[in-house]
């Protein structure tokens, strides 16, 4: 009798595990590579070749990172319904390379360029293929293991590791090439990256065990006008290229539906929060929205790192390390490799707490969070103040204000991933992801504003200084103030989030939902959902 590939192959493991895990973290891996050695260097790109003024470029980088946290809710939900995530996962990946690949096609540079046009849209493929493939590659990793596998937790710790080193090898290996040797050479290493993930995905299907299927294959066959559903979802998907091509170009258009949009959600979960649910899902849903206000103004400071901060180190700080001007956009990889580094010692401490009964809430990580996040800062800006906005920065205060960033965010991201798949009910679960990664995109084009009232680019070190420190001193205290009434009201949440109820249609934990290190990285369907 045939033996059953599939079932030949499953029982195939490789250090315990299903190869198919294998195959998700190289490809994440490349598709990370290429995306933050791209954001390492973005800024500088748009400063130093297309010759946009500071204010605008930092604008522009906060639309291009706030619609690369929106299109993932769309993907995420095209897949669950229609495509299936090993098909929509394969797709995104196929735009990324278009995407990073375009990104090579320099031009002379400047604003009259019509090479400008090329990198908008290379911008757009890069934008709608993340949110294809980011949404779906961690639900298949989730797919692989049946319910109770005690495999589940240590699988999803060594795919977001294989996240974390993409991330850290991008940033130094496309930060060096682009500022060294020339943007051409970062973009396309960034590019090359991106064509191996696909690659591996594709060459390694059969390991996947049949997980990440359509949940209607013959659905997708069926015509359209007169086109099968699966190709009027892609053409669809190139129209919505088209559409993003022209938000990443009018950034303020994307600012007004962001607001617009958070402002329908939240009065839509309010409605129903009063009037549609019992006492505990009321108080539920009140708790989640308050944790997920306090998402914009961490993402907004956070991602200073790749706009202002970025800048500042180019041009601010002594970068001199054993006789080495190491390129600024190589320090990007500091967040990723202290998250590698850091990551298990915070999920054994707060094991450690939990044991003698003192971890603290959810509400309480989030305000120790954003405490840390304004703690960088404010170290920063005493270091300037006290080597004198005359003298270059020196270095080491790059390296803490990245150490306190990344445990900040230990303690906010994936703790806020938990939460929201334990708060919200399950008919509102997909529409609570999509508000959180929408708050997430909120942050990242508010951080664009914020790092435009920094400015300052090319001037003398004595004036370039002075605005960004200022700008950092009042945003610090702002975080660390904020931090600080989180911390005191936590209680109150804590009340709200019911912990003690025991309700089964709570207890869920989402495909994702232990990542490390990323806001955006979990799925968007609960395990229960998924099975």
């Known amino acids: 009798m045939a ?8 029982g195939k493991t490789f250090l315990g595990h299903p190869r198919g895990l294998f195959v998700l973290f190289f490809a994440e891996m490349w598709e990370r590579f290429s995306y933050y050695g791209m954001r390492a260097i973005l800024i500088f790109y748009l400063l130093q070749h297309w010759l ?9 980088y ?40 375009l990104m090579a096609f320099e031009g002379t540079g400047g604003q009259d360029s019509p090479m400008l046009n090329v990198f908008w ?8 293929g993340v949110g294809f493939l980011k949404a779906n590659i961690s639900v298949i990793v989730g797919q692989l293991y049946g319910q109770g596998d005690a495999r589940r937790d240590p699988a999803f710790t060594i795919f977001y590791m294989g996240i974390n080193l993409g991330a850290f090898l991008g940033s130094l290996i496309v930060g060096y090439l682009g500022q060294t040797w020339g943007w051409g050479w970062g973009f396309g290493a960034a590019g090359v990256g991106m064509l191996l993930g696909l690659v591996v995905f ?13 949940p209607d294959p013959a659905a997708l066959k069926r015509p ?15 129209v919505g290229v088209g559409v993003v091509w022209w938000l990443v170009q009018y950034q303020s258009i994307v600012g007004g539906l962001l607001g617009l949009t958070g402002a329908i959600v939240v009065i839509y979960f309010l409605y129903t929060a009063v009037f549609k649910l019992d006492r505990i899902d009321r108080d539920r849903i009140l708790a989640a929205l308050f944790l997920i206000a306090l998402q ?3 993402w907004a400071l956070f991602e200073q790192a790749g706009s202002s901060l970025n800048v500042y180190t180019d041009e601010q700080v002594n970068r001199n390390i054993f006789g080495w001007e190491v390129p600024a956009s190589m320090f990007q990889s500091l967040n990723a490799a202290y998250i590698i580094l850091l990551a298990p010692v915070f999920a054994w401490l707060w094991l450690w707490l939990a044991k003698r009964g003192w971890e603290p809430s959810t509400p309480a990580k989030f305000g120790l969070g954003l405490i840390q996040l304004g703690a960088g800062f404010l170290v920063l800006v005493a270091g300037v103040l006290a080597t004198g906005t005359e003298n270059l920065t020196p270095v080491v205060f790059i390296f803490l204000i990245y150490l306190l960033h990344t445990m900040g965010e230990l303690c906010l991201s994936p703790v806020g991933l938990s939460a929201m798949t334990k708060l919200a009910p399950a008919k509102l679960m997909s529409l609570m992801m999509g508000t959180w990664f929408l708050s997430t995109a909120a942050g990242n084009f508010i951080g664009g504003l914020i790092a435009s009232a920094t400015g300052g680019h090319g001037a003398e070190v004595a004036e370039g200084a002075a605005p960004v420190m200022d700008v950092y001193s009042k945003i610090g205290w702002i975080a660390v103030g904020v931090g600080a009434a989180v911390i005191l009201v936590s209680p109150f949440i804590k009340k709200l989030m019911h912990e ?20 955006g990285a979990a799925g968007t369907r609960t395990d229960q959902e998924l099975r």
């Open 3 to 10: 033996t059953n590939p599939a079932n030949a192959v499953e």
């Open 52 to 60: 946009f003024a500071e204010e605008k470029a930092y604008v522009i």
């Open 62 to 101: 906060g639309a291009y990172t706030a619609l690369v946290y929106i299109t993932p809710v769309v993907g995420g939900l095209l897949a669950d319904r229609y495509l299936g995530q090993r098909k929509a996962v394969l797709f995104g990946a196929i735009l990324l390379v278009i995407g990073h690949g």
């Open 121 to 128: 849209l290379a911008l757009a493929f890069i934008i709608m």
């Open 202 to 214: 594709v060459w390694g299907k059969p390991l996947l065990l049949g997980r990440g299927e359509a």
């Open 224 to 238: 359209v006008m007169g086109v099968p559903l699966e190709w009027m979802i892609y053409l669809a998907a190139l």
């Open 296 to 298: 914009p103004l961490f």
């Open 500 to 519: 003690d109820v025991d309700n089964a249609h709570h207890d869920r934990a989402l495909a994702g939902q232990g990542e490390i290190g990323e806001p």
